[in-house]
Nanobody
Framework: QLVESGGGLVQPGGSLRLSCRAS????????IGWYRQAPGKEREGVSCISSRDDSTYYSDSVKDRFTTSRDNAKNTVYLQMNSLKPEDTAVYYC?????????WGQGTQVTVSS
C-alpha cells in the first residue's frame, strides 16, 4: 500500500513537500514515480527516482522546480515542489514505475491559488 500526504493550498511561488509512505514492501527495491491528475485531464507522470542509483527524472513542466528523493530508513519517497504555479494544481499520486493499478492510492490534493 502507498499513502500520499503533504498536499494543501499554497500561493503561486510557494512550496510544498509531498510524502509517499509504503507499507508491505520496501520502496528502495523499486523505481518510484510521482504522478498527477488535474481536473478534466489525464494522469501524467512528473518524476521518477530509480532503484539502482537514485537517479532522478522529471517532466519538462516541473524540471528545475521539483525534486524527488527517498529516505529508505523511513520507507518514504518525497517530492519537494518549489516555485509552484496554478497549473500545478492537481491530485498527486505515487506509484511504482511503471505504475501498478492496485497500488494507486487516494492521492493528495495540491491547490495553487492566490
Amino acid at each position: 500500500q502507498l499513502v500520499e500526504s503533504g498536499g494543501g493550498l499554497v500561493q503561486p511561488g510557494g512550496s510544498l513537500r509531498l510524502s509517499c509512505r509504503a507499507s508491505g514492501f520496501s520502496l528502495d527495491a523499486f523505481a518510484i514515480g510521482w504522478y498527477r491528475q488535474a481536473p478534466g485531464k489525464e494522469r501524467e507522470g512528473v518524476s521518477c527516482i530509480s532503484s539502482r542509483d537514485d537517479s532522478t527524472y522529471y517532466s519538462d513542466s516541473v524540471k528545475d522546480r521539483f525534486t524527488t528523493s527517498r529516505d529508505n530508513a523511513k520507507n518514504t519517497v518525497y517530492l519537494q515542489m518549489n516555485s509552484l504555479k496554478p497549473e500545478d494544481t492537481a491530485v498527486y499520486y505515487c506509484n511504482k514505475v511503471p505504475p501498478i493499478t492496485a497500488y494507486w492510492g487516494q492521492g493528495t490534493q495540491v491547490t495553487v491559488s492566490s
